[in-house]
């Protein structure tokens, strides 16, 4: 029987740190495993559209447009003050009357007095106010269609990156089952070769053929791990989530658009065309502010309060109203130049109107272009990987009956890789192509969020 010393015995302090270790150690293994977010591309662009970080800097743009409305809007609003204090004065009348008074200085005091009350100020009229929070109201709007325009383009790199996700998702399936074929294919010669129909060349050709595919398959995994590493990168995930994609690389049922009726829902639904006419009207505001400066201004004060010697006698209730014109007659040319200024900020806005809109005209044609072949491209590479298909099975009956080697099998291994590539490559330029056309039309957020 086995004697255990007092050395091995386990003491309360080993057993705690070995349990401490154990769970350590669980937690390590755990933590180290891979979190899994399936995701559908609707999905994806929901959380995109929440948790990327262009959009919260566009909600803060836009909730400081709001302040600087209301900021512009105070100037057009009454302001009413509290006051109140209390003095310690000792005058010298001779100083108010401006001549002395026989037999030395009138001096009055010292005596104290205090007032306290409200005052308040408001402007009646004055049109150069009013422009300028006109023109705060449009550059806030103007805001809003930036902040569209941010998640326009969250959405439309999202878009694309799900898609390209997609078509690396679809590369591997196919580069998965060209393996097999190709193991099957392999395992086909090695039994030709064993029942002495094959030769060890067919044999060979078949071995490189699927390490071809391997190697095929290796590519494909690399472009699906990176399309997935940004699409995670647009979504703000963490680094230990790997996402898995639930769509399928499909056409889109989307609805077919003309030039003309394209180009017409661009011009009304792009948000940077929004953008800048808003932009515009608030020049136009601004100018209109600047002349409005030449114009007479009317304002109404008052203030009414109680006031009295202190601490000799009772306060008195007092009031005063005051309505008061200003009439500007020189400014120093700040006028002419805030004139010029809004000017000059038109004509800007104007010519980058011009170059949005051809913009929009050359998306559109570019879009509806490749719309177009991408169409036509899948209908074509369906069909030949479907005949490639066919002549891949022919060439593997004649193998397998004897009657050639394997060099027509392997020829018609590549030639439907090449057609299966094709096939999905054309998919992904359809589903694209879609997308641009989305984009152009500004509607992005309709068609593939709502």
Request: some cysteine.
């Amino acid at each position: 029987m086995h004697h255990y010393s007092s050395e091995d015995q386990p003491t309360p302090r080993k057993a705690w740190l070995l349990g401490v270790a154990v769970l350590a150690s669980a937690l390590c293994v755990s933590g180290s495993e891979p979190r899994t977010l399936p995701l559908t591309l609707k999905q994806a662009l929901e959380r995109a559209l929440d948790q990327n970080p262009q959009v919260h800097r566009a909600v803060l743009a836009l909730a400081q447009g709001q302040e600087d409305t209301r900021a512009a809007q105070a100037a057009l609003l009454p302001t009413v003050d509290a006051f109140g204090f209390i003095q310690r004065n000792k005058v010298n009348l001779d100083t108010f009357l401006g001549a002395p008074s026989r037999g030395g200085p009138l001096v009055v005091g010292p005596y104290g007095w205090g007032e306290v009350g409200l005052e308040g100020r408001t402007t009646l009229f004055d049109m150069s106010i009013w422009n300028r929070w006109r023109a705060a109201r449009q550059l806030e709007t103007a805001i809003q269609a930036q902040s569209r325009t941010v998640r326009e383009g969250i959405t439309a790199l999202t878009v694309g990156q799900y898609l390209r996700a997609l078509r690396g998702s679809e590369s591997v399936k196919a580069a998965q089952s060209r393996i097999e074929l190709a193991q099957a294919l392999e395992k086909l010669a090695e039994d030709q070769q064993t029942h002495g129909v094959g030769t060890k060349l067919d044999t060979l050709r078949a071995q490189v053929q699927l390490q071809n595919e391997r190697q095929r398959l290796i590519q494909a995994q690399t472009q699906l791990k990176t399309s997935l590493f940004g699409l995670a990168k647009i979504l703000d995930l963490e680094p230990d989530i790997a996402i898995e994609l639930k769509d399928q690389l499909a056409a889109p049922d989307l609805p077919q658009f003309t030039f003309q009726q394209a180009y017409a829902n661009g011009l009304g639904g792009r948000p940077e065309l929004a953008a800048l006419e808003a932009q515009r009207k608030a020049a136009e505001s601004m100018r209109s502010a600047a002349l409005s400066a030449r114009l007479p201004s009317v304002t109404l004060s008052g203030k009414f309060s109680s006031a009295g010697l202190y601490p000799s006698e009772p306060w008195v209730p007092i009031y005063q109203v005051t309505l008061g014109i200003r009439v500007p007659l020189f400014t120093g040319g700040l006028v002419n130049a805030r004139i010029a200024k809004a000017k000059a900020e038109l004509a800007k806005i104007q010519e980058d109107r011009r170059e949005m809109e051809s913009m929009v005209s050359l998306e559109v044609q570019t879009a509806q272009a490749e719309l177009d072949a991408a169409r036509s491209e899948v209908e074509v590479a369906t069909q030949t990987t479907d005949l490639a298909s066919e002549v891949l099975l022919q060439a593997r009956h004649r193998f397998e009956a004897g009657v050639s080697n394997n060099i027509e099998v392997i020829n018609a291994q590549d030639e439907l890789a090449k057609a299966s590539d094709s096939q999905i490559n054309a998919l992904y330029r359809l589903c694209q192509a879609q997308a641009d056309l989305a984009k152009a039309m500004g509607q992005m957020e309709t068609y593939f969020v709502r």
